[in-house]
């Protein structure tokens, strides 16, 4: 069942066939968990919404219609509107802590260089989230899917000139918030 | 291996790439817990009893609905007559 391709585990999901959906989710759901974890910067969120992620897509299979794009840029679109409403609902939601970025890989053993490796990681993931969400969404694929940009412009429903451009962009304007910001320690 | 400071002080710096390798050796994917994966699998396999619940609900809600529906209809019936009564 796992060697499933992702067209015929969607539509025989679409079916009803529940364990052609479990497929596509074991097949996902790490990586719509990656994506909220990193818009929202809180695993608890992140389990939440990827759970109504899930149980969204799974609602609505039998309307689901394939236009070319991949099954994934489906559940990348359910997710973001999911992190926009979370936004929206909690607009005046504090900075996100920085234990909660503590289960991050490649920690150095050392307590204060791991400290100074924490307070840089926090301000770049503030940096990335004051970003327009589909810039989010490419550092995203781009850094942690470590995906090409061909595909990228796939999930995203670009071109790859697009995409090419847009990560330009999103560079710039990465390196132009982190000379404001100083390079002071936080 | 750069960091945040190295790159605030070359901002000004044409290329890139030191962004890119500072970017790719930060973030990194996480893996959700294995025990939230598993229960979740099983919550979208599994039939809710919520929603059999919920239409109980339903149901007992519109059979009240439905009560004061016929009560109401009654009183006024029941009203209409005796104004009918005193009248004629």
Not at chain 2, 25 to 41: I, N
């Amino acid at each position: 069942m796992t060697d499933l391709t992702d067209e015929v585990a969607v539509r025989r999901a679409a079916e009803g066939d529940q364990e052609a959906f479990a497929v596509l989710y074991e097949r996902y759901v790490t990586r719509i968990y990656n994506y909220i974890y990193y818009r929202t910067g809180s695993a608890h969120d992140a389990e939440d919404l990827t759970a109504r992620v899930f149980f969204r897509a799974m609602s609505n299979m039998k309307n689901y219609r394939d236009r070319g794009a991949p099954f994934s840029a489906w559940l990348y679109r359910i997710a973001h509107n999911l992190v926009a409403n979370w936004y929206r609902d909690n607009s005046r939601r504090k900075e996100v802590a920085l234990e909660d970025y503590l289960q991050l890989p490649e920690r150095s053993a050392h307590p204060e260089t791991a400290l100074v490796r924490d307070q840089e990681m926090e301000r770049l993931l503030h940096l990335i989230r004051k970003q327009p969400s589909e810039r989010q969404h490419l550092l995203i694929l781009k850094f942690v899917e470590r995906l090409s940009n061909a595909e990228i412009a796939v999930i995203m429903g670009r071109s790859e000139g697009a995409i090419k451009s847009l990560y330009h962009r999103t560079l710039n304007s990465l390196r132009d918030s982190l000379e404001k910001s100083g390079g002071e320690p936080l | 291996m750069m960091n945040l400071v190295f790159w605030a002080r070359n901002a000004s710096e044409p290329h890139l790439e030191g962004l890119e390798s500072w970017l790719t050796s930060s973030l990194s994917p996480v893996e959700p817990d294995p025990a939230f994966v598993g229960r979740l699998r099983d919550r979208l396999l599994t039939p809710s009893p919520v929603s059999v619940e919920q239409c109980r609900r339903d149901r007992i809600i519109f059979v009240r609905v439905a009560l004061m529906l016929v009560a109401g209809a009654s009183l006024v019936w029941l009203i209409s007559r005796m104004l009918r009564s005193r009248s004629g």
